[in-house]
């Protein structure tokens, strides 16, 4: 049995709609279906199951969950640069209603941001999940992804022992991103019409509401597009000293980051 775990915005949706259904001699679940692997334990079926879903925060705790009741799972991680991580994950943020400054999302100085410092350390998962497994976890980059897709593939099928099937296999990207004036205009939105939750209310109106929301979002950004880039003069998505911050989180996360690329090289060896 197979996890993969996340992170998010390391082209986990990619591969959960492209890659993931399209692994011979898989069973794959989706993360609406995660939970089932409950199930697919209890009927000690054989075969290869994959499960896929983002943890971000709770890697850890995901892993000392599955291992409780499945010792011999095997954990897949998709990791990416610190700082190229976060600003991915902050124009997300903007993305479904979020509008707060890039300074309250991550404060590396403070550290009273929504993500806060010690989240974003990738080494102690790693060497969590190495004790919480039999198997050591495969960990790959989105450098790598983006370098050499196919080593990358090589590598994620290897460790399944598996193939994906080229008939049904495309390498195009599920979501295009937003362009800054794009993103500048929706943070706009979102400060001036305020995204505030149902409270009191069934699940279902709860999750209507917000996809009402996310859906003038959306028709805000097609129409953004043809704004004239002029009439946003002097007004940046990132400012100066969001600019400096990421240099100064880069510097921050650097020995993690190291640490993640030998634990990559690690992994490549042993395979072959």
Known sequence: MYFHLGLTKVASTYFQQVVFPNLEGVTYF?????????????ASNDGKYLFSTEKDRRIVEAVEEITCLCPDARIILFVRRHEDWLLSRYKYRIRKLGNESFSEFFNLDEDIGIWKRDELLIRPKIEAIERLCKVPPLVLTYDLLKEDPGEFLSRLTGFIGTAVNMKTYRRKPIHSAFSEKQLIILRK????????PMQ??????????????ELLLHIVAFFAQFIPRVMLTNKMFLSGSDRLSL???????A??????LD?????SKAEH
């Open 255 to 260: 020995d993690d980051w190291a640490f993640c």
């Open 189 to 196: 939105w979102n400060r001036v019409c305020v995204y505030k």
């Open 200 to 213: 009191d209310a069934a699940p279902i109106m709860k999750k209507i509401h917000r996809k009402y929301h």
């Open 263 to 267: 634990y990559c090289k690690k992994n």
């Open 247 to 253: 240099e100064q989180i880069r510097e921050q996360y």
């Open 30 to 42: 989706p993360k609406h279906q995660f939970s089932r692997y409950h199930e697919v334990v209890a």
